[in-house]
């Protein structure tokens, strides 16, 4: 069945470090792609979505590209801050439905 | 803006007894979700619904049950709580919207159940 790798648990920065959060997936069709993100105490809100139209997602300054070649969907940030501390989700889209979450990265900002 | 509220925030329970989570929605969203998350699993669906009167099983249903008696208000049943259901729990709405490829989902603050 469709799946999402997170390999990376866990991740610590410095500020103005740049931020690369590794995402792999698994599916036989053509999902659309999406990072949440989950501050402290707070639910998941979605951060940004990419389908197969338009490749790339960019939000708050965050970047995430979908490769079809290598089934990844990486979320980059060229300078983060502290306030970027949180977790975050890597989904795929069964459909117009259902999710199919990662497990997760907790990202900590040192700073 | 989107607004999920989640009741209660905490809730200590006692293994054999009944907990009853509840969830209430503003967006007038047709669909709604439950998820647990839990280290390293990230989330996992329980239970969700298309709409009052519906409820659908996810990927995780044993040992719990779902009501949508409401277009506002999704409970997720646990009739015999045990301690591996210790987890916090996530309600969502879903709004997929025209054209949509996925729908956004709309969390709540979550629950944090413990079962001793």
């Known amino acids: 069945g469709d799946s999402v790798t997170q390999k990376q648990g866990q991740v610590t920065l410095s500020e103005d470090d740049f931020l690369f959060i590794n995402c792999t997936y698994s599916t036989t069709t053509y999902p659309t792609l999406l990072w949440y993100v989950q501050y402290l105490g707070q639910g998941p809100q979605l951060l940004l979505k990419v389908t197969t139209a338009n490749n790339k997602g960019i939000s708050r300054g965050f970047e995430a590209t979908y490769d079809k070649g290598t089934t990844s969907f990486h979320l980059q940030k060229a300078s983060v801050q502290e306030s970027d501390s949180a977790v975050y989700f890597c989904?795929?889209?069964?459909?117009?439905?259902?999710?199919?979450f990662g497990s997760g990265t907790q990202l900590t900002v040192m700073p | 803006e989107a607004a999920v509220t989640q009741s209660p925030r905490n809730k200590v329970a006692v293994t054999g007894g009944k907990v009853t989570l509840s969830c209430n929605q503003t967006?007038?969203?047709?669909?709604m979700y439950w998820y647990r998350q839990d280290t390293g699993h990230g989330l996992r669906l329980i239970h969700y619904s298309y709409g009052a009167g519906s409820t659908e099983k996810g990927d995780i249903p044993d040992g719990y049950k779902a009501s949508r008696p409401s277009q506002e208000n999704f409970s997720l049943i646990l009739e015999l709580a045990t301690p591996s259901q210790t987890s916090v729990y996530f309600c969502?709405?879903?709004?997929?919207?025209?054209?949509?490829?996925?729908?956004?989902?709309?969390f709540g603050s979550g629950t944090r159940l413990t079962v001793l």
């Open positions: 967006n007038n969203h047709n669909n």
């Open positions: 969502a709405s879903g709004d997929a919207g025209w054209g949509d490829s996925a729908e956004t989902l709309y």
């Open positions: 989904a795929l889209a069964e459909g117009s439905w259902q999710l199919i």
